[in-house]
């Protein structure tokens, strides 16, 4: 409550500098775009589409397509032990008007939450960061004004947030207005936000305790952190959702077999994994794991996560490796979040939990709106 | 987390859109690994004018819910319905606990705000949740052991004044049978009151055994003693584990009493007992009780009980004395077949009563104290043999006169009950107190209580003898403890009048007859559970029922080892 309080007097601080346009009935929260991740993951992988590289070493023979992968439960090994995922909710507070400039005024709560399974099963919250943030375009104001805000920024404990400088995410929504790029923005400082927890928890990470971080491990700094000289470290990324446009080929030569992701994915079977592909010259081994039967979901991509993990070495990495945490992740099919969630059949439960924990942490819709006034 | 109280913290209270907490209820969730049970009482932190008060309330349901919205959820959960193998990670759920509000110690009902730190009530906090500290301690009696889930016990106290009068008066026990819980109950109040009562000295006590001779031998110790748990709970009680004194024990005549000299009674007592038995002129004002089981809607058997009644009344008396018509009707033979009931073998109308009426009077009458009695029914009650009514007129404070019912027909017991009812009640009512060695107060214990005064019938002597006792008696001192099976077959004024409930376990069907609409469903659900030795108890004075324990008797019982 104390941030909205500050915010709130930035807001009053502010419009007395500048014409503002409140949004109509006070804050406006912004709406998620349902297919946010899948558009991220395509502006993470621009260059490549086509992967060709094997990327895993098998001792006992030649790589495979499809490997089975039964499931491997915390009661046998209790592999994954930390579960990451970031949240937000955003804002529309209106429009400053500054002579023939204007932009769009935004405040954001943004959270990333880890929590610690115990050898139970039970849950508890490792570490939640709560940050918030006010957003708007500086090229669209004077310098003055800026400087201004971002005093009161700092002074009161809120991030100030450029909408109109450039990043990977809100790149996705190159085509839309400042308004509407304000959500890329929110979740590019969530990823960084991911970031900073991912970095926080590494020392406590080890070959027997893992994490699952919520979507792609490509955001920077992640993928630098990860990817840093040394073992591979314990951290994977579980996509559910994934660009649909790459293509795969298996073998070399003229035998090689060239799979779009749809076929590729129709002809895994539950408790399988594929190969595991290399992206970024090796630097990440990626590929995708089936956790639920067909025939009990309507589509052959459901089911199906894509999962990622930095290679600081950047040589193939052991298939028993890739082997084993497949298998844990199979076994993550128990519990999920049916009903709840509408991605629930590629959806962790205890990732579902820790966005959950996000999110009842961030202060509800009601109090925001009756709390953020200009006047 | 342990607060200063030292006691710790079991859950917080919880309110949401849909269960918001009220002035008379509120909800908690429950920190993992606590347990707790229906019955538990608990307080939750509340607002205060300078600080925090307490909130206590009785748990009275317990809910588990998780994060699934429907048992689809959890079969698509353990993937698609199978059964081996532990999920992964455990689905988020939490037990909530629903609690009724007893009280709070600054009268302040506001409801319980949203998570306020909730423990279980301590000794004193039960007292205090139940009103019990609000009875000055000389009207405590102790009527059972309050055992919570994490083993905090605290006395429940009845309040005096609401079990022997002016208050409230008369003590119901129900419950299914075969727990040997009501009797058991009943005698232990009993006990009670006898040791802690004010005026303990003067109260008198009267005891129907209506099954086995279990309650012949109230004034001996039981044969192997009492197990050592059994003596910790007595003690917990503040009561002493003793069998009854000064005890008069009733006994009936049998057909077999000229020969043996026995009683009929299922056992003999050791000592201070006495024979009772019926003879016309016992009987001859009481016939309305002997035939209280008769449908008699035109009221001829009725007014031919008025006749007899007249004819062998001695009018300047009032007193047995057969004149006129009526000076040869000395026994029962000659009431059923000589004048004037019969002439020449045949039935003959007696005042407006036609012979048909007599006739029948006499086949009903001739079943009862001739065909089917058990010996009770005497032509002249032989030296030694009491006349009851006399003998229960002469109880005296700090006396428990035991009257033995077991062996007799259903008639006859309707007999004996009403003649003690109607006996005491002339003594208290009509006749007024200024008898000096009457007893300040009387208790009347019966089981079966739905024989004598059963529900939806239409009114009988006995019912009305009852009835008397239940509403009148309170300010009169004679206190009714009845127990019965079904508490639905009683007479909804004989229950309504009583101020003190005792329910053990039941059945589902019975409990949700309208007898039980003063319980809350999630208690009735409960009393559905009760185990032996365990009974749910409610008082005028208790703000809701609560569930308790109470030692076993500490008297000889039948089969005991």
């Not at chain 2, 009696?141 to 309050?146: D, Q, S, T």
Request: hydrophobic share 40%.
């Amino acid at each position: 409550m104390t941030a909205l309080q500050n915010l709130r007097q930035i807001l009053k601080a502010i419009s007395q500098d500048v014409e503002v346009l409140p949004a109509v009935g006070g804050a406006v929260e912004d709406l998620e775009r349902p297919d946010f991740e899948e558009r991220e993951d395509q502006a993470l992988n621009e260059g490549e589409k086509v992967f060709e590289t094997i990327f895993e070493r098998d001792p006992s023979g030649p790589p495979r397509l499809y490997r089975p992968v039964p499931p491997l439960g915390r009661t046998e090994q209790h592999l994954f032990r930390y579960f990451l995922d970031g949240s937000f909710r955003s804002y529309f507070l209106g429009t400053v008007l500054e002579n023939e400039r204007e932009s769009p005024v935004h405040y954001a709560q943004i959270g990333a939450c880890v929590l610690r399974r115990e050898d139970d099963g039970s849950m508890r919250r490792e570490r939640l960061q709560v940050k918030s943030a006010l957003l708007v375009g500086k090229q669209r104001l004077s310098e003055t004004v800026w400087a201004r805000l971002a005093s009161l920024a700092s002074q009161a404990d809120v991030d100030l947030l450029d909408l109109t400088e450039k990043d990977i995410v809100s790149s996705v929504l190159a085509d839309f207005d400042l308004r509407n790029k304000a959500a890329g923005k929110v979740r590019f400082a969530m990823h960084n936000l991911e970031a900073e927890t991912i970095k926080a928890l590494l020392p406590q990470l080890s070959e027997e305790r893992w994490m699952i971080v919520d979507g792609s491990l490509l955001f920077e700094p992640t993928l630098t952190q990860l990817s840093s000289a040394g073992p591979i470290k314990p951290v994977i990324g579980v996509a559910k959702n994934f660009r649909k446009d790459p293509q795969f080929v298996f073998g070399r030569g003229p035998r090689a077999e060239r799979h779009s992701i749809y076929r590729m994915l129709a002809g895994l079977q539950a408790e399988h994994r594929t190969a595991a592909f290399s992206a970024r010259g090796g630097e990440v081994v990626f590929w995708y794991v089936r956790l639920r039967e067909q025939t009990h979901l309507d589509y052959p991509l459901m089911g199906v996560v894509k999962v990622e993990l930095a290679n600081p070495s950047q040589e193939p990495v052991p298939s028993d490796l890739i082997d084993q945490i497949s298998r844990a992740l199979v076994a993550e099919r128990q519990v999920t979040p049916h009903g709840q969630d509408r991605r629930w059949h590629a959806h962790l439960y205890p990732i579902f939990l820790a966005e959950r924990t996000v999110k009842e942490s961030l202060l509800s819709r009601e109090a925001v709106q009756q709390f953020l006034k200009w006047r | 987390m342990v607060e200063p109280n030292n006691r710790p913290v079991i859950g917080l209270s919880s309110a949401t859109a849909s269960q918001p907490n009220s002035s008379d209820a509120f909800f908690f969730w429950l920190a993992p690994d606590v347990i707790v049970n229906p019955f538990d009482i608990v307080e939750a932190e509340q607002v205060a004018p300078e600080g925090t008060s307490r909130t206590f309330g009785i748990v009275t349901t317990l809910d588990h819910s998780t994060d699934a919205p429907t048992h689809l959820s959890n079969f698509i959960s353990n993937d698609f319905g199978q059964v081996a193998g532990e999920p992964n990670t455990a689905r988020q759920g939490t037990t909530v606990a629903h609690v009724a509000v007893l009280s709070n110690d600054q009268d302040i009902y506001m409801p319980v705000m949203n998570d306020r730190s909730v423990r279980f009530a301590d000794e004193a906090g039960i007292h205090t949740a139940l009103g019990i500290d609000q009875v000055a301690e000389r009207y405590r009696v102790p009527a059972g052991l309050i055992e919570m889930s994490n083993k905090t016990r605290a006395v429940v106290y009845l309040d005096s004044r609401y079990v022997l009068g002016p208050e409230g008066a008369h003590v119901n026990i129900t419950g299914i049978s075969g727990l040997a819980t009501k009797t058991s109950y009943a005698i232990f109040l009993i006990q009670s009151i006898l040791q802690k009562a004010e005026d303990r000295d003067r109260i008198g006590v009267i005891i129907l055994n209506v099954k086995h001779g279990d309650l012949l031998t109230i004034d001996q110790p039981p044969r192997a003693g009492l197990a050592p748990e059994e003596h910790a709970l007595w003690e917990a009680l503040g009561l002493t584990p003793q069998p009854f004194s000064n005890v008069r024990y009733l006994l009936p005549y049998g057909k077999d009493t000229p020969t043996t000299g026995r009683p009929n009674s299922f056992r003999i007592p050791e000592r201070n007992w006495f024979l009772y038995a019926y003879s016309l002129a016992d009987t001859y004002n009481k016939l309305d009780l002997l035939l209280s089981n008769i449908p008699d809607p035109w009221d001829t058997v009725g007014a031919l009980i008025g006749e007899i009644n007249q004819g062998l009344s001695d009018p300047r008396t009032g007193q047995w004395g057969p004149t006129g018509k009526w000076k040869d009707v000395t026994d029962w033979n000659r009431l059923l077949n000589g004048e004037p009931l019969v002439k020449e073998g045949q039935a003959q109308p007696v005042g407006d009563v036609r012979a048909v009426s007599v006739g029948r009077f006499r086949r009903l009458l001739r079943r009862i104290v001739q065909t089917r009695q058990t010996g009770i029914f005497v032509a002249h009650r032989p030296s030694g043999v009491k006349n009851l009514s006399q003998e229960i007129a002469r109880i005296r404070g700090g006396e428990t006169v035991v009257v033995d019912i077991a062996r007799l027909a259903d008639d006859e017991q309707t007999l004996v009950f009403g003649d003690i009812l109607r006996t005491i009640y002339a003594l208290y009512a009509e006749e007024g107190s200024e008898s000096e060695d009457l007893p300040e107060k009387v208790i009347i214990f019966v089981d079966e209580l739905n024989k004598y005064a059963p529900a939806r019938e239409k009114e009988s002597p006995i019912i009305e003898q009852v009835l008397d006792i239940a509403e009148r008696g309170r300010s009169l001192g004679v206190v009714l403890f009845g127990a019965e099976q079904f508490m639905s077959a009683v007479h909804e004024r004989v229950v309504g009048n009583c101020s003190t409930t005792i329910i053990g376990r039941s059945g589902s069907a019975e409990l949700s007859s309208p007898a039980y609409r003063f319980l809350d469903p999630a208690v009735k659900a409960n009393v559905s559970r009760l185990q032996k030795g365990e009974l749910v108890v409610s008082h005028a004075t208790f703000r809701q029922p609560v569930k308790i324990r109470f030692p076993r008797p500490a008297y000889s019982q039948e089969g005991e080892s």
